[in-house]
Every structure is written in C-alpha cells, then in structure tokens.
DNA sequence: CTCCAGGTCCATA
DNA sequence: TATGGACATGGA
C-alpha cells in the first residue's frame, strides 16, 4: 500500500496550511500543486517523494516514488511538519477576545505553523533571510539546494531536499559569493556547518536543553542572533514561547493590524503581546500569515 | 536616487 | 553597555 491516512484534529485546516506553503512560487524545497502539496525526503532507505491532500476529517500521504516501506516515516514527518500533535484549544481560548488576535484566530482558524524538521536547514535559511527581501532569500536558497542538495526527478519535475552539513561544507566560499551571498552569510553558513558536520550541535541535544538555555546555545553560533533563535525555536524546535520579536514582518503586521502609520515599538509590541504568553510563535505566524 | 528587506557582527567610545 | 556602519541585492 502506498497511501497513509492522518485523522484531522480540531482546530486543522489543510487549505490553510497549504496557503502558506504556496506563499512564494521560488520555493525550492516543496510544490504545491493544486490542493496538495509534494515533497521529497533524502531516507535511509533513499529518496522518497509524497503528496499530501486533505479534506474536513482526514489528511491523506500518497508515496509517489521510493520504498514503500518508508510511509510510516513520511506519516511522522508530516505530523511534525504541519504541527498536528499540537493542542489547539487553549490557543484558541486565549487568543478569542484579544484585542490584535481575536480577528485573526477567527480568520486563520485551523492554520498550524509550518515547521522545519531539518535543524541544519532552519538555521541556515534565518542566515539566509537575514536583512533582505524574502524574494532575494528564496532565490539564494534555490542556488544552493540546486548546487549541493540531494535531487529526485520525477514525472518531468525535480524535486530538491535542502543540503547536508557535510555537502555545504564541501563548498568554497567563493562558490557561495558567486551565489551572491554575502561574505559573512558565507562564512556563517560554512561555520554553522562545521559545527552540526561533526556533531557539536545537534537537534536532538538541543531538545535536550529547557527552552533558554537552548536559544541561548543557538546564539552563540555564529551568524544567529536573537531573531534567529528565537526563528529556529518556532519553527524547527515547536517551542510555542519562542517570540522573534524584532522581526520586521511581526511590526508590519502589527502596524496593518493597529491602522497604525508606524511600526510598534519594541515596548509597545510587549504590552500588545502581554496575552499571548506561552503562544507567542502561534500569534507571530499568524500575524505573517495576514501579510499574504 | 533613496530606502528598506523575516539581522548580525564588529569597531569605537 | 551602547551606538554606527558594513554587508549584497532587488523591489518600491
């Protein structure tokens, strides 16, 4: 068999999610193909490429190429992916009579944060991101899957996974530069893989950590700030309280959000933000979900 | 042309 | 401890 059902939780929407995941036609590590998405895995037992649709009750995985035995482990991936272990409820609890949230809940229900299971790619793509438009950062990240990531082909498509700490460290600085990336961006990218390559960081060592002492490892990398740490948090580790709050994004949404013609201050972003405790990277996507 | 993008580091005081 | 400038490129 090479299907896979997922039952729905509460407070799930796959059309949702899916709008996010077709925010940007340059991304390079998934497809959305009308209402599903594909995607391939680099597996043990090798490349597998699967779709996923999903109707008001159920998600359903299709394994289009690669060792059927490997579905179980795309079923996991997906769980993780969409964020569907997640209860829901107390989010929505909280969040209904907020005063920047409450429309937002209503209007987004069933949106899960997409998460980034890959340690090594959530951190590399806030080194990426840093300090230019979004548009600029996909296409960087497009050159370098291409250059360095592993590739499926199928059905006339080419389906890319983000590279390995060891590929990324095969490359030259130069070869990134000529990428266009940065200097820094490319020294950064070859020190953070220096460090996951041989094992001086590691996703499971991390999860390991209470949450502040695990942002506060990931600061001392070189190249990640507080932005990013808190990013990589939210998106790759599903630490809810993770709150990139200096991101530029959040002020814009915020600011649209308010009718304001600036953006928040840090000060002000705190007290708007004084509900959310322990939801602030569900409240953060949401926010950047209202900027599509 | 100028300013700003899903920031971070480093030099200077 | 705090602030200013550099970084690469592209879109508004």
Redesign the pocket.
Known sequence: MNRLAIAIPPHFDFAQCLRFLD?NAEESLHRVEGARFLKMLPLHSGPALFAVQGDDSVLEVELLAGDPAALPAIGDYVREMLDLERDMLPFYEKMKSDAVMGSLVHRFDGLRIIRLPDLFEALSW?II?????????Y?LKARLVERCGTVLEHDGQSYHAFPTPEAVLGLDAQVLRDM???????D?LLSLAETMGSGKLSRSALEALPFAASRARL?A?????????D?VLM?CLGATEAF?I????L??ALRIQLGMDR?PTPAEIRSLAAGWRGWEAYC??FL?QSLL
């Open positions: 925010r806030t991101g840093q300090q230019i438009n979004l548009a600029f950062a296409r266009q990336f940065s200097r820094q961006k490319a950064y600061i990398l070189r190249g990640i700030g507080p932005w990013s740490a990013y998106k990139p200096a991101d530029v994004g002020h814009n953006k953060t996507f950047w």
